[in-house]
């Protein structure tokens, strides 16, 4: 199989650029006088913080100080930040910093701008949330529910907005309008899991960042949409004896209306082997895993089939435990950076600048490892999948979503990078 137009969507895989896992950190100094309440220059006044929207396109994000962004539940929307949202199944965020860029902390800035208290619009006409392409459906075969945690971007990336299926549910697909003709990214979480999954988890349960399988997808301007399926290399590699757990459901693309290319591609833990992908253009990406792509055409949908291996219902387990409020709040351990916080006018220019954090990180689990720059599709040898590419996406208001010389090549190449966040967000 040959995909044409896969030059351009290599946004999310920009490698030094990876996956930004961060905590706002503002310093508070208070200052006691016996004598007078009047606060000296030298006390920094108390920030106001913002809350999430009461509307029905938007998800609350559980947490304690993020009142509901898709921010880590330490992380407060304080005054002059950008506050990532949460949209309902199917729909992705419409709001962002204008001419915000995938460079490193523009980035971070998606969602409402905190302002006085209040969290407005950037872009007032436009609603919060807008529908996906509606290309992409899941299937849960398992009988149990189980979730699909989409990572935020443009947002600090954890995998924090939830899609719970029962039977099915409609995907996020983001076109080729959205923030930097970015992909959207999911981890998978074992049935029995739901939005409680959706967390920066740790090695002790195979869920959010430890999830055992990962997806992708996202369309190019023919309508056409790649969907990926692929094994997260954190859990094939760093699972700390997770990965030696049978697992008991396995996932596979179907398309119902026919057309697609790419078919087979499955990942079926009863007859593959850990880290293997039934499919014969598999291809192994930059973190070490492989992964199969189907091109859905134009106008076609496809599903993501969920279903148990054994008859038991697919848990990992035979119940996950539910994590705990310890496992909800990420440390900040991380090599720590300075930069000045995102502004949406220029008062905001003589705010403090806060200290934050950043994981390290690693390439994307959909780039090849060859730094061959073709532009072919996997191949049965599985010697090309993607172009290398080192320039930065940059969405902007008058031209939303659109790199200079991307919008004519395929966002094949933006799906690679869909799922790159399952090998970078360490």
């Not at 006409?125 to 009988?143: L, R």
């Not at 947002?155 to 029962?166: K, V, W």
């Amino acid at each position: 199989m040959r995909l044409t137009n896969i030059a351009a969507a290599l946004v999310l895989l920009c490698g030094e650029a990876a996956f930004a896992h961060r905590h706002l950190h503002r310093r508070h100094v208070h200052s006691h006088s016996p004598k007078r309440a009047q606060p000296s220059p030298e006390v920094e006044k108390r920030e106001a913080t913002c809350s999430l929207p009461d509307h029905s396109d938007l998800v609350h994000v559980p947490g304690a100080q993020n009142n509901g962004f898709a921010m880590s539940p330490d992380q407060p929307c304080k005054d002059g930040m950008y506050c990532p949202i949460a949209c309902k199944p199917g729909m992705v965020m419409a709001q962002w910093e204008p001419g915000s860029t995938y460079n490193y902390p523009s980035s971070m800035n998606g969602g409402l701008y905190c302002n006085g208290g209040k969290a407005e619009k950037p872009f007032d006409s436009k609603p919060y949330c807008v529908d996906g392409t509606g290309s992409v459906q899941v299937v849960n075969e398992c009988g149990k529910k189980l979730s699909f945690c989409q990572t935020v971007l443009p947002g600090n990336e954890a995998m924090l907005i939830p899609t719970i299926i029962d039977g099915t549910a409609t995907l996020a697909v983001p076109g080729t309008d959205y923030w930097g003709s970015t992909a959207a990214h999911y981890y998978i979480n074992p049935p029995g899991v739901g939005d409680e999954g959706c967390i920066w988890g740790d090695n002790s349960q195979p869920i959010g960042n430890w999830a055992p399988y990962v997806a992708g997808a996202n369309a190019d301007k023919n309508g056409q949409t790649f969907l990926k399926l692929g094994w997260n290399p954190i859990f094939e590699f760093e699972g700390a004896g997770l990965e030696k757990k049978p697992l008991k459901f396995g996932v596979r693309v179907e398309c119902p209306s026919g057309g697609c290319n790419g078919l087979p591609c499955e990942i079926d833990p009863s007859k593959h082997k850990l880290g293997e992908v039934g499919s014969k253009l598999a291809t192994e990406g930059a973190g070490g895993s492989s992964f199969c792509v189907v091109t859905v055409p134009s106008g076609s949908k496809a599903n993501i089939v969920v279903f148990s291996t054994d008859g038991s219902g697919g848990d990992y387990e035979e119940e996950v435990p539910e994590p705990s409020a310890a496992d909800d709040k990420p440390t900040s351990s991380a090599p720590t950076e300075t930069s000045e916080p995102s502004s949406k006018g220029a008062d905001s220019a003589s705010q403090s600048t806060p200290t934050q954090t950043r994981p390290t990180v690693r390439p994307g689990i959909f780039q090849e490892k060859e730094t061959s720059t073709t532009d072919t599709a996997p191949s049965a040898t599985g010697t090309s999948d993607s172009p290398r590419e080192s320039e930065q996406s940059n969405p902007s208001d008058s031209e939303p979503n659109v790199a200079p010389g991307r919008q004519s090549s395929a966002a094949f190449a933006g799906l690679v990078i869909a799922v790159a966040a399952a090998a970078c967000l360490f």
